[in-house]
């Protein structure tokens, strides 16, 4: 016989849009002094508004990437970053945005991929020269020539009618 007094215990279930939410998850406890709380069982809804825990406070295995945004005390943002917000785009940012809304324009697309974007960047003139200034544990570094083909064009792309 089913259990009349269900607990608010984690239910893995298939969530289907307009259905009634599952119960949820059992808050964690906060009482580990700053570690990540256990999570709950993999396929569990849980509503973050109610989670008790800061995400932004919890300590992070591994070293920096150098990708971080948020500033603490006493640090400023990067005059780049700052003109950029503010409205003053430097040339850089201005050709680069320019160049984004004509690749939007010509391929009929509101939003492009990563790659689209990547293959922008790489017709822009860019080229990867430089040691990267990021921590990616995931990712190896490599460079190329400043004389690198960009590599996004199939081949005889010139001859293509205009």
Do not use: C
């Amino acid at each position: 016989m089913p259990d009349k007094n269900p607990t608010p215990s984690a239910k893995q279930t298939t969530q289907e849009p307009g259905a009634p939410t599952a119960p949820l998850a059992p808050l964690p406890s906060t009482s580990n002094s700053g570690q990540r709380p256990p999570g709950p069982p993999e396929g569990t809804i849980i509503d973050r508004r109610v989670w008790p825990v800061d995400r932004r406070s919890l300590n992070v295995e591994g070293a920096s990437t150098g990708l971080e945004r948020r500033r603490g005390a006493g640090r400023r943002l990067s005059d780049f970053t700052r003109s950029a917000e503010e409205g003053e785009l430097t040339k850089e940012q201005f050709l680069f945005l320019m160049a984004i809304e004509a690749f939007k324009k010509s391929n009929d697309k509101a939003f492009p991929t990563w790659t689209d974007v990547l293959e922008v960047i790489r017709l822009l003139g860019y080229r990867k020269t430089m040691p990267m200034e990021l921590t990616l544990r995931t990712a190896e570094d490599w460079r190329e020539t400043p004389n690198a083909p960009s590599n996004v064009r199939p081949a005889r792309w010139h001859e293509r009618a205009a």
